[in-house]
């Protein structure tokens, strides 16, 4: 067997009911979907995380790292994505839209594994073969706290056990919507914070410190991703376990940000960390370290939540699923729909591969030519 061809689909679209996290107001949803496809007629599909631009992506795909693949033996994995991430590391490019890229093809080809072995993805990547995962409701969004605390209740509504929050707006007011929202759920739900990166070290300690009788699992991203200082000094100043590395790349990212000893809940993400061959070499980092791992998801396609659930159903220090509740049309590109949480777990599939097809009368409308 051997890879044919290997395509990239840049996606855009705009959403019914903007949201807001710190810093960001989502009009849109970008993606872009990898195919590979064999000489013997399988084919892969994967998601390359993109924030913006995902046509800049699909040029990284087809014409740097698709020419160093096709012909190849799609079972050699690990192999693969080395000859991929050299073809920039030595140059000193070695994060960002590139690793992004072999993310999407990597899951691709992951995909193209299981269905060759008849066996799912999580079952071929060999790990501790989850078949049901605990998972948290995300996101309670920024808003007035009345809106917030009805979001909140939704959540638990929908059977959640555990839910996140998104912060970032001002100190004073973030606490008092968690106060608010730990009243009105009571003192069995599962709180998690998100700062998203919106604060100085000072600023997240002091944060940190409001929080602390409310209960709270995790303070996440307190700081940008890149300020390793800050993340030791909010470690140190306050109470809450830190979570971080959404924003993080390979498992040599991740080596420099666990080194810091400040965070407690790992957060890799399948569609930029570099994929499922390099996500499990970030959870075996995790794993020696003691630390807890849980998978970010983020505001992407329904594709990028599938992998993570088959990385996160394989992976030794997995702890909790991120399941993001947002109505956006990219949550909906497959012939059949995804998993969802029930009683706050989720089943996997039984499928081979990944267990998902692409609807193409669905995300036509979406392509960016």
Not at 217 to 229: A, I, K, N, R, T
Not at 278 to 284: F, H, K, P
Request: charged fraction near 25%; aromatic fraction near 8%; proline fraction near 6%.
């Amino acid at each position: 067997m051997k890879i044919e061809k290997v395509e990239a689909l840049a996606l855009n679209a705009p959403m019914k009911n903007p949201i807001r996290i710190s810093g960001t107001r989502f009009t849109e949803v970008r993606a872009l979907i990898v195919r590979v496809t064999t000489d013997d007629g399988l084919t892969g599909i994967g998601e390359s995380v993109v924030r913006s631009a995902p046509r800049a992506t699909r040029h990284l795909v087809e014409d740097m790292l698709a020419p160093r693949i096709v012909g190849k033996d799609p079972m050699d994995a690990g192999g693969l994505w080395w000859d991929m991430f050299t073809a920039m590391r030595q140059r000193g490019h070695y994060k960002g839209h590139f690793v992004e890229a072999i993310s999407g093809i990597d899951v691709a080809l992951w995909d193209i594994i299981g269905q060759a072995l008849h066996l799912p993805t999580y079952r071929a990547l060999h790990g501790h073969g989850r078949r049901r995962l605990p998972c948290y409701g995300s996101s309670v969004f920024q808003g007035e706290p009345e809106e917030m605390v009805d979001s909140a209740r939704g959540f638990l509504d929908r059977g959640y056990r555990s839910l996140k929050i998104k912060l970032g707006m001002g100190i004073r007011r973030d606490i008092r919507a968690v106060e608010a929202i730990r009243a009105a759920v009571g003192p069995e739900v599962g709180l998690m914070v998100d700062a998203n990166s919106a604060y100085s070290a000072a600023e997240a300690v002091t944060l940190g410190r409001g929080l602390e009788p409310l209960d709270v699992q995790w303070l996440e991203e307190p700081v940008p991703p890149d300020d390793l200082s800050g993340y030791r000094q909010v470690r140190a100043g306050q109470p809450l376990p830190i979570a971080g590395g959404e924003g993080e790349f390979t498992v040599y990212g991740f080596r420099d940000l666990l080194a810091t000893e400040a965070v407690d809940i790992v957060q890799p993400d399948i569609g930029r960390v570099g994929g499922l061959t390099e996500g499990m070499r970030i959870d075996a980092l995790i794993q020696s370290r003691n630390l807890k791992m849980c998978p970010h998801t983020g505001m992407f396609s329904a594709l990028n939540v599938i992998a993570a659930l088959h990385f996160a159903a394989a992976a030794p220090r997995f702890h909790l699923f991120e399941f993001m509740e947002v109505d956006h049309p990219l949550m909906d590109i497959f012939t059949e729909p995804i998993p969802r949480p029930s009683d706050g777990f989720i089943e996997l599939p039984d499928s081979c591969g990944l267990g998902v097809t692409l609807d193409m009368d669905k995300i036509g409308r979406y392509i960016e030519d």
